[in-house]
């Protein structure tokens, strides 16, 4: 019985560190579209949020990598 408790301590953690590291990869793919673009990580965020443009990282990060006309359209429709 012991090892299933620690076994599930573990998958916890797992899930959780699975977590940030694909939050992470997400940023990251996000910046690098937005300095392709001309803007900053940080300003595109703040600017979507400020339009009401609810895209979440995980889909911002899908159309960078495949649909960069997508989301360049995105990145000018915040700068706008």
Known sequence: MEAVLHAGK?????RKLR???FRRLWQVRVNE????LGVSYS???GALRKN?????????????AREPEV???VVEEVKA
């Open 52 to 64: 009401n443009i609810l895209l979440n990282r995980k889909m911002l990060a899908e159309l960078a």
């Open 33 to 36: 579209g937005a300095r392709e």
């Open 19 to 21: 977590k940030r590291d």
């Open 43 to 45: 300003r595109l965020m």
């Open 71 to 73: 989301f360049k359209k």
């Open 10 to 14: 573990h998958a916890i953690r797992g």
